[in-house]
């Protein structure tokens, strides 16, 4: 995708506005699912394997759909796939209002983790083909403080509306902000023109000198993000949460969003240019770093658990 036609089309900060929403309102439906997820009904009946696959299905889909989502926006601009992805997390959180029987869970959270794939990369490639470089990384930093805010801010708001409105309340707030962000998408997010040369991909961005090291800053930081959320989830007292969170914002401030703005410049120099194959390679390293950090967490205290089993 040719930047220039982008920002012909799209004005800088209409852009980093829609993009940040986007990516508030994806990671808020995940942060509302942390609590929620495990204690529907039909989760709940199937045991605890049941719910680690409802998360693994999730990404599973970000890493299927990232790769094609890449290609789409180089070829078509990202305003197509922001607006099939705000249909399909409205869906999913429509099933998921339902609440059961499981195989219906299953496809919702598939279908979420397909939506976050195409909303990354469309948002996140908004952003770097309207911006210019000298202010990318401020605006890609203030975008993954969107991610943060919407993920931190999940958990605790759906269990408010739990409470007063029952398992489907929060889904039903999704989907009211699903709409306000919906609108924003649609008034403001300019058509692209294709671009005349065959864009790169993803494998492409990676084969360009320089991009390894970037690629392992995005996995690294990703990984100490959701290291960081795990131990705000289950830490037991105020050093381990504030442990977690110490974790989470340096992972954000220090690694994620310097890395974001690097990538960009090498879907640049690519050959051909890429942006949407860039930003697909940004999102398969930090979905790779949200599985890995988790898993790590919860191997290094497996140890403390067999200590205290009896015999």
């Known amino acids: ?51 680690g696959l409802l998360f693994a299905a ?49 496809t919702a959270r598939t279908l979420q983790g397909a939506a976050a794939g195409l909303s990354w990369v469309a948002g996140l490639s908004l952003i770097a083909g309207t911006v210019p470089l000298r202010q990318r990384g401020t605006y890609l ?30 889904f039903l707030c999704a989907i009211v902000l699903l709409a306000i962000d919906g609108g924003l ?25 320089g991009c390894r090291p970037v690629v392992a800053l995005i996995l690294f930081g990703a990984a100490a993000a959701a290291v960081g959320l795990v131990l705000v989830g289950i830490g037991p007292n105020y050093p381990v949460i504030i442990a977690g969170l110490m974790c989470l914002g340096v992972a954000i401030a220090l690694l994620v969003v310097p890395a974001g703005a ?18 697909s390679l940004y999102n398969l390293a930090y979905a790779g770093g949200l599985v890995l950090g988790p898993a790590a967490t919860i191997l290094a205290r497996l140890p403390s658990r067999f200590a205290v089993m009896p015999g």
């Open 58 to 106: 999730y990404a599973a889909a970000l890493v299927i759909v990232t790769p094609l989502a890449g290609r789409v926006v180089d070829r078509h601009g990202p305003r197509g796939p922001l607006l099939v992805a705000v249909v399909g997390l409205a869906c999913a959180c429509l099933l998921f209002t339902i609440g059961g029987p499981y195989w219906l869970l299953l």
């Open 185 to 209: 998408r649609v008034a403001f997010v300019r058509p692209t023109p294709p671009p005349d040369d065959d864009p790169a991909t993803a494998m492409d961005v990676l084969r360009t000198p």
């Open 141 to 170: 930093g203030l975008a993954m403080s969107m991610v943060s805010v919407g993920v931190l801010a999940g958990p605790p708001l759906a269990g408010w509306l739990a409470r007063f409105g029952g398992h489907s309340a929060p």
């Open 262 to 279: 690097l990538i960009g410049v090498q879907g640049a120099i690519a050959t051909p240019p890429t942006i949407g194959g860039a930003y």
């Open 1 to 51: 995708m040719h930047p220039s036609s982008t920002e012909a089309a799209t004005n800088p900060h209409v852009a980093v506005t829609v993009a940040c929403v986007a990516l508030f309102t994806d990671m808020l439906v995940y942060g509302i699912l942390i609590p929620v997820l495990p204690l529907l009904p039909a989760v709940a009946e199937a045991g605890a394997s049941a719910t």
